[in-house]
């Protein structure tokens, strides 16, 4: 055979080589961007475990109404049934809000903003506020637990003072939360931090609307007919 011929059918299998390759990594690079592309969405249909943390904050604010509209009602205009619902949700959802903040939330953000001046001071002033607010919550529950059964509070004046140092300290404690620490997370957390944060609401709140929940209780709400804007809600 002449040369002339292997050479040309060398040129020829080299270019028939030369695209398979061209495709083939085409394809490979197709699939990686599929890929990509896939957990990209799969990552944004995942629940944002700080938008959750700042509904909550709107959810809370949105007891804080609840609380306000019983200490005005007081003595003789009270809603009973909303009582018996904020009882549960002071001893349930608002502990379950804390303790996710103590335990996963403040603790990675010690972690990844150890530089901040002063966040370890902010941090424990938040936990403090915590341990008080959470053990006024649970007077003030018992008081409305016997408004609900009773129709009548056992000191009227007495639950009017200690709600409204209640929800007074709330809604300072949510406002600087919210300028605070929730887009101090927002800078500093990473990925797996934002997926151990979703991990952890997932396992600790069986389901959102359960009895005692935020958002339980603003079903009730709605049902009762609203009250006015929600504030700093997602
Ligand atoms: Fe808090
Ligand atoms: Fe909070």
């Known amino acids: 055979m002449p040369p002339q011929i292997n050479i040309a059918n060398d040129l020829r299998l080299r270019q028939v080589f030369q695209t398979k390759a061209l495709l083939m990594h085409r394809n490979e690079r197709h699939l990686q961007l599929v890929r990509v592309n896939e957990r990209r969405s799969i990552e944004l249909t995942l629940p944002d475990p700080i938008a959750i943390l700042l509904e909550d904050h709107g959810l809370q604010f949105e007891l804080c109404d609840v609380l306000e509209r019983i200490a005005d009602g007081l003595p003789d205009n009270v809603d009973r049934t909303m009582s018996a619902a904020v009882v549960a949700v002071l001893r349930i ?9 103590e335990e996963a939330l403040f603790p990675l953000l010690r972690v990844r903003a150890f530089w901040e001046d002063d966040l370890d001071r902010a941090l424990s002033q938040l ?3 915590h341990e008080s607010d959470e053990s006024f919550a649970l ?19 007495m639950l009017g ?4 140092g209640f929800f007074d300290s709330q ?20 990925h797996d931090d934002l997926h151990a ?7 600790n709140t069986p389901s959102r609307h359960a009895h005692g929940s935020l958002h339980g209780l603003h079903e009730i709400i709605e049902r009762a007919g609203g009250h006015g804007e929600r504030r700093n809600t997602i």
Not at 147 to 152: H, K, V
């Open 197 to 203: 944060l979703r991990e952890r609401l997932l396992d």
């Open 127 to 129: 936990e403090l506020e």
């Open 93 to 101: 959802g608002m502990p379950r809000h804390m303790r996710f903040e």
């Open 171 to 190: 809604r300072r404690h949510i406002e600087w939360e919210n300028t605070i620490v929730i887009p101090l997370a927002r800078r500093v957390l990473t």
């Open 161 to 164: 003072y200690m709600l409204r």
């Open 139 to 157: 007077e003030i529950a018992d008081e409305l637990e016997a408004l609900a059964i009773n129709g009548q509070a056992k000191n009227a004046e």
